[in-house]
């Protein structure tokens, strides 16, 4: 006899077994442009992006200046946060269960969002499709760039393990 608790301590072990690493990443160059960025708009990225994965967000900074994109060596360019085993987990089964399905007019990640050594990057344009995030308290909106890295590392069988983990593909 199986209960519901067992099934999904299965489903999690599953997950932790297939996934390597989940990879949350945004950037900050358009808001970095604005007066106040480093006093309010910074801070609250942080927050919002802590709030959205249970962990403090690593500072990226540029490694070359680049006139075309009015940018400075050393000057911070993103924010990322590499999450593993039990944070994996939690954050890959809300992306999965609740996030993806309140993205407006979602019909389904495209299996060209799948690359040839078998990561998934999402993109979303706003965070406050995560539940966490209020828009009043949050008066700043940021893109993210989401990589869902598989162990295996061929594009078909990390196809089959996204499927088998309940990625919804579009048909």
Do not use: C
């Amino acid at each position: 006899m199986t209960t519901k608790k067992h099934t999904v301590e299965y489903d999690r072990k599953k997950v932790r077994a297939f996934l390597e690493k989940v990879v949350v990443n945004t950037g900050v160059g358009r808001a970095s442009q604005m007066a106040n960025f480093q006093d309010k708009v910074l801070p609250q990225i942080i927050r919002d992006l802590a709030t959205i994965t249970g962990q403090h967000p690593q500072k990226r900074p540029t490694t070359k200046s680049i006139a075309g994109f009015k940018t400075r060596a050393g000057q911070l360019s993103g924010l990322r946060v590499t999450l593993r085993r039990d944070k994996m987990v939690d954050f890959f089964e809300r992306f999965i269960k609740i996030v993806l399905p309140r993205v407006r007019d979602f019909s389904g990640i495209s299996i060209s969002s799948v690359d040839h050594s078998g990561s998934l990057n999402v993109g979303l344009k706003e965070q406050f499709v995560f539940a966490e995030i209020n828009q009043e308290q949050s008066p700043y909106t940021f893109p993210l760039g989401v990589t869902i890295v598989p162990k295996v590392k061929h594009r078909d069988e990390a196809i089959e393990v996204y499927r088998a983990l309940g990625v919804p593909f579009k048909k």
